[in-house]
């Protein structure tokens, strides 16, 4: 065997070794395939440690034992490379070089179990030395006839043998050794499991025979031999061997980077392997303005690297891509690139702690102790021990929470926690995707995800995104804020584009939106968008439409007044119709056209339309969030068309989403004073925005000073909500003269001078209310309210009963718009002083008990305990009618 090591180096020796040739790119985990060059070049982060380990090596003059050392730090802080950087500093500093001889090892030494083999070892590191420093041939030899002779005794001898030949070695040659011993407490860990007695057959009782005390004690007494090691962590923090090193190495804790470490550390790597295609100065000054122009973005990389130095070389290619779309497939090489580094930092950890990260991980905002505690089943006081021994360890940091003076925790480097999200996050979570979602937060400012953003819609416009890459899509579009049309844009298009191609599209939805919980909408829709396309078959059936198919289908899906279910009956019913009811069907739509083009504008309702049938917009969408995203997805940039959309989501919702969709109206640029109108609509009856309606009211009016409407939604506001009467009365009175024949806006001025006591006043109107009210133009059950009301101020008691039955008729079928019209009466009759009227014809009708709850309602509201008395449910509903009655909705007095 000493033979073939001696061929072997003599024929190294007759080859020249050269200085390590460059690799040419990053390294993660073998820092030793860096050239020489590069590795000076790049290491910057960790001077002021260099520095100290070669101030030790000058401060130790010969014969005095040294103080030997131990590098601790997390996995990825640096420990194998500072080594290295030692090694190649003393090799190029020539007193030092002059006064010690460096010999490394293999990172983890497997092989070694007993201590003669670590001594063989470090005779083995120190031929290779002599060898890589020009020693002749004959030493070389000799040594390796000595190591030869060692292998050849029998095992109890030869740890003896081993340390007596290097001492031998040292002492004539008069050399000292640095032993650069990486990973040594995994090297202690074997030593202690692999103890014996010594061949004088001590008993392994004896402290002192253990293969660490006898390594203790050979470095406690041999000035030529400087342990410096590194491990991932204290000695002390392992019992077996624990006591042989107590307080033995001075330690050099290797702590998280800070900023502008690692901005160094980035500049350094730019120099040295190139960004944008530059290297050098002109690669570091690439990077320099990237970093400047996004200062924040470093502050990220420091949030989710923790500061290790190892992922800030993992991130720097990541950083170089600088977003440009690949980041989705390269986040994903990257984690599977960290999970044997991650997974075995999992698991070095006691189950205890290893299982308050975990929670902390599947958490990701900072938690308070008690918060965690609960979380994980434990005693308050056990977690906050853990977790003081996990922030000593680097792995959690101490954080104030947010909105809160006391202070939280979470996991250092978010990158870590960013893998495990990805591997293990469990269903109940809000999102499967959290992962990629919180790292696209950190990693990318809002302007750029927003472009981002914009050029994925642009890719799915064009049907360029492979169904593969949705998840990146979605979790793209929950980076965005809220309020951002390309969230809702982006979500809906990965909707479609899972409907689209999807064969099991329930398991694909699964996949990328949470059904079962903030994402239900989606499902909703799903099923919506089921129904909605087997309209075609049934209305297909239609004996009367074969010249005009596709015109009869795209007539009823089309509609924007029709209900899904209401589409179904005619689906159901299309192949019993009678020519006269298709041809009435074929006109009632039509009509619906032209009025919704009128209230709105043609342009918008068509927009509306085209969506509806595109599947994109549903008129009586079932879930108001649903509606605010479809709103928001395919009329953001259409103002009018947005408004009309919204007040469809008023028809049916007054809750959160309203107010959203309201708001983000206000904000557009809205040409059309009909889009205005309704908003201020809205502002006032539904959501008491009373400031904002005002404005809308009058930005309508600028837009169009010859319509009456806006001057009445702003009679009403005034004269309801701001008690401004004489303001109030001035806008009637200019909305009748641009709409004299108007009865409602009649209506309207005829009650605030009967509430302002100018009876006659008052009078007089309201028989122009009725006059005007025969005209064709107003048939509604609206203007049969409003006749109602005149009746009852008039006197006309029979006049008024019928007109009650006209309205309460359909009510009681199930018109909701009819019952709607009845109870707004309530107030205004509350208010007017006619409500006893009121009252007698509700009581009498032959539908009392349907109007029952109105009728209480106001006598509640007049003061009379009658609601005591009454069933549950009929009290229930006529006790909210009667709050109500104070302050009327102002549409009560609109057409």
């Known amino acids: 065997m000493a033979a073939d090591l001696s061929r072997a180096r003599a024929a190294a020796v007759l080859r020249p070794q050269p200085p390590t040739a460059p690799l040419g790119t990053t390294v993660k985990y073998n820092p030793q395939l860096w050239g020489d060059n590069e590795l000076r070049a790049i290491f910057v982060a960790r001077l002021g440690e260099l520095q100290r380990l070669l101030d030790a090596l000058r401060n130790t003059p010969a ?128 030593l202690a499991g692999g103890g014996t007695a010594r061949k004088e057959q001590r008993p392994i009782a004896d402290a ?43 330690l050099c804790e290797l702590r998280p980077l800070g900023v502008d470490q690692m901005r160094q550390a980035l500049l350094a790597l730019a120099r040295v392997f190139g960004i944008d295609g530059q290297r050098g100065e002109a690669g570091a000054a690439a990077l320099a303005a990237r970093l400047d122009a996004r200062p924040e973005r470093l502050k990220a990389l420091r949030a989710m690297t923790g500061g290790n130095p190892r992922t800030t070389v993992l991130l720097f290619d990541l950083f170089a891509a600088n977003g440009d779309g690949n980041v989705h497939s390269d986040l994903r090489g990257l984690l599977d690139m960290m999970t044997p580094l991650y997974k075995a930092r999992m698991e070095n950890l006691a189950e205890q702690p290893r299982k308050i990260l975990a929670h902390l991980m599947e958490l990701w905002a900072p938690q308070a102790a008690r918060e965690l505690a609960q979380t994980a089943g434990l005693p308050v006081t056990t977690v906050s021990g853990q977790l003081t021994r996990l922030e000593s360890e680097a792995l959690v940091d101490k954080v104030r929470l947010p909105g809160a003076r006391r202070n939280g925790y979470q996991v250092s480097e978010r990158l870590f926690n960013v893998w495990y999200l990805m591997r293990h996050a469990p269903r109940r979570m809000r999102q499967r995707l959290n992962w990629l979602v919180e790292f696209m937060r950190l990693w990318f400012s809002g302007e750029e995800l927003l472009a981002q953003a914009q050029l994925r819609l642009a890719r799915h416009a064009a049907g ?41 599209t329930r398991r694909a939805l699964h996949e990328l939106f949470d059904l079962d919980g903030d994402d239900r909408a989606y499902a909703t829709a799903d099923d919506y968008l089921q129904r909605f396309g087997a309209l075609d078959a049934g209305l297909a059936q239609c004996p009367h439409a074969a010249d005009a198919l596709t015109e009869w289908i795209d007539a009823v899906k089309g509609s924007l007044s029709l209900s899904l279910a209401e589409k179904e009956r005619v689906a159901r019913e299309s192949a019993r119709l009678s020519e006269s009811q298709y041809w009435e069907l074929v006109q009632v739509f039509a009509d619906e056209r032209r009025e919704w083009s009128e209230l709105f504008s043609p342009t918008a309702a068509t927009t509306l339309r085209r969506a509806t049938l595109a599947g994109d917009f549903f008129p009586d969408c079932p879930d108001s969030r649903l509606s605010y995203t479809q709103s928001m997805a395919s009329f953001a940039e259409q103002p009018t068309a947005f408004v009309l959309a919204v007040s469809l989501l008023a028809g049916k919702f007054n809750d959160e989403w309203l107010d959203k969709a309201v708001r983000r109206a206000m904000t557009l640029d809205i040409p059309d004073a009909r889009a205005w109108r309704e908003l201020g609509n809205l502002l006032q009856d539904q959501l008491a925005r009373y400031d904002e309606a005002e404005a809308a009211y009058r ?93 009852l101020w008039l006197g006309n008691r029979d006049s008024a009963r019928l007109l009650l039955a006209d309205l309460a008729q359909p009510a009681a079928n199930g018109d909701a718009y009819a019952f709607w019209r009845l109870r707004e009466q309530l107030g205004e009759c509350h208010r007017l002083g006619i409500a006893a009227e009121l009252v007698a014809l509700l009581e009498e009708s032959a539908l009392a008990d349907f109007l029952r709850p109105l009728a209480l309602a106001l006598r509640a509201a007049n003061g009379e305990d009658v609601l005591a008395a009454a069933p549950p449910e009929v009290a229930a509903l006529a006790e909210e009618i009667c709050a109500t009655l104070v302050r009327p909705a102002s549409r009560a007095q609109s057409a």
Not at 215 to 229: A, D, N, V, Y
Not at 737 to 762: I, Q, S
């Open 63 to 190: 014969g005095k034992v040294p103080q030997h050392i131990l590098i601790t730090g997390q996995r990825g802080m640096g420990k194998t490379t500072l080594l290295r950087r030692l090694a190649l500093a003393v090799r190029d500093d020539a007193e030092l070089a002059a006064a010690w001889r460096v010999l490394d090892f293999p990172e983890e030494q497997y092989t070694v179990s007993k201590l003669s083999e670590f001594w063989r070892n470090v005779l083995d590191a120190l031929a290779d030395n002599l060898e890589t420093q020009g020693a002749t041939t004959a030493e070389l030899a000799a040594l390796d006839a000595a190591i030869g002779e060692i292998d050849a005794l029998p095992p109890p001898e030869q740890e003896d043998a081993a340390l007596d030949l290097l001492s031998d070695w040292l002492a004539e040659h008069r050399q000292r050794v640095v032993l650069l011993i990486d990973s040594s407490d995994l090297l202690f860990a074997n």
């Open 464 to 504: 360029e995104v492979d169904e593969a890459a949705l998840d990146y899509s979605r979790a793209l579009a929950s980076t965005l804020p809220e309020a951002r049309a390309e969230r809702r844009q982006l979500e809906w298009s990965v909707f479609s584009a899972v409907r689209q191609h999807a064969t099991d």
């Open 699 to 791: 930005q309508a009016i600028a837009l169009d000073a010859k319509s009456a409407y806006p001057w009445n939604g702003l009679g009403n506001l005034l004269q309801d909500h701001l008690a401004r009467y004489d303001e109030a009365e001035a806008a009637y009175r200019q909305a009748i003269d641009l709409d004299p024949d108007n009865p409602f806006v009649t209506a309207n001025l005829a009650r605030l001078l009967a509430v302002r006591g100018e009876r006659a006043a008052a009078t007089l109107l309201f028989r122009q209310v009725l006059a005007t009210g025969e005209s064709p133009r107003w048939t509604t059950n609206g203007m049969r309210a409003l006749r109602l009301q005149a009746e």
């Open 208 to 250: 002192s025979a253990t293969p660490l005390w006898r390594l203790r004690k050979t470095l406690s007494h041999q000035p030529e031999i400087f342990w410096i090691g590194a491990s991932y962590q204290a000695l002390e923090a392992q019992n077996h061997y624990h006591d042989a090193f107590h307080d033995f190495f001075d």
